[in-house]
């Protein structure tokens, strides 16, 4: 316990926010937000920021096949298997200066008041930038993690492609030749315990006044893209009677969907995030739609009940025009490890924290790492429940508060056995 408050003494506030703030300078937007979308120029600027601080902390860099970037300081006992920690670094296009960074840098962060302290940990502590784990470039999300659990082997994802043409291949490939100068690591691994720390994104912590989430487990989440595929024709001359209008049928199918997806309860999340239009020209008829959907539910049942009624409703309310629909990702929803849901809880007891266990809305790369290790997650307040927007907003000392939990729980989980 006395090794749990000196290792917070040392988590510097200052030198945390400092490091939110010089990052989120690179690919900032108006409004305080950024947009640093994966595997991008300002995405690499901001792991060359990430990588300096961590060699000065004293740790071990290293990139792996997917691009996740990993941190490594070594405990007592090398050999041992590591407490992993991180999250990610690419944003949202309209992005938060917090979201997902926020975990990497508190990880970071625990290196360096570990290092401050002189407290050495009993296993080696790793943090790690998960590679695209929005999806807003690439879909689906939490690519590199997918990889990395061994979720979806990397080659599933290659011919993906952005708006732009580029395929998450290439994109990786000059992703990888630039930080060519770093020691590569084989894909995969087997930590004992991973805990990832990340701003709520939604309304509770701040509205029932808690400093802490301790996120007992992530509802479930299925993408799907659909393609509605018509035929283009001219606006003036073509009797409507003849058309196959692509937007016109992705309207019903949308108001079939919005049919399937009512929820009394309103615990059901149904998302059309992106819609594009082909031509997109406003005198020639629609002929291809392509629209996205994004599907979550903390019931499995649920959630394989409703996205297994997507194709087909989509099919029928868009004929005659053709439908394909596509599922991209399919998450189940997850409870977490109670072992490490523990360290949490008496990490926050220890510091005198308000916490509140609490499922999370949101999915994140732990998802995926759970099926590997025992995992769980911290959250701290978001601001008004603001994120995938530049407003997002969380104070210095709520941050600090989420980091020095984080490190009195994997000091805990790095206690080697007696
Ligand atoms: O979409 C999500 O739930 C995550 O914030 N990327
Ligand atoms: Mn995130
Ligand atoms: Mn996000």
Known sequence: MEQARTLAAAVDETRQWDRLMALAKIGAIPGDGVNRQALTAPDR????????????????????????????LEGAEPGAAPVLTGSHMDSQPQGGRFDGIYGVVAGLEVICALRDSGIVPGRPLEVVAWTNEEGSRFAPGCMGSMAWAGTRPLGDFADIADAEGVRFADALATHLAAEV?????PLGGR?????????????????EGFDIGVVTGIQGSRWFTATLTGASAHAGTTPVSRRRDALQAAVRAINALNLLMD????????????????PGSSN?????????????H???????????????????AAAPVAAIVEERFNAPPLA??????????????????????????????????????????????????????????????QLAAGTRVLGSALLARARLPN
């Not at 901001?46 to 990588?51: F, Q, S």
């Not at 004992?192 to 701040?206: C, K, N, S, T, V």
């Not at 059901?268 to 819609?275: A, D, H, P």
């Not at 499995?300 to 989509?314: E, M, P, Y």
């Open 45 to 72: 600027e901001a792991r060359r920021l990430v990588i300096g601080w961590a060699r000065e902390a004293g740790a071990e860099v290293s990139v792996d096949d997917a691009a996740n970037l990993w941190l490594r």
């Open 181 to 185: 100068d770093l020691p590569h690591r």
């Open 191 to 207: 930590p004992h315990a991973y805990i990832e720390a990340h701003i709520e994104q939604g309304p509770r912590l701040e509205a």
């Open 263 to 278: 929820d009394p309860a309103d615990r059901l999340r149904f998302t059309i995030g992106s819609l594009v239009v082909e």
């Open 284 to 296: 020639s008829v629609a002929g291809r739609v392509r629209f996205t959907i994004d599907l979550r």
């Open 298 to 316: 903390p019931d499995g049942a649920i959630l394989a009940a409703r996205g297994d009624a997507i194709a087909a409703a989509v099919a029928e």
């Open 336 to 397: 977490f490890d109670d072992g490490v849901l523990h360290s949490i809880r008496s990490a926050a007891n220890v510091l005198d924290l308000r916490w509140t266990d609490m499922p999370s809305g949101a999915f994140h790369d732990a998802q995926l790492v759970a099926a590997v290790a025992p995992s769980a997650m911290i959250f701290v307040p978001s601001h008004n429940g603001i994120s995938h927007n530049p407003a997002e907003f969380t104070t210095a000392s």
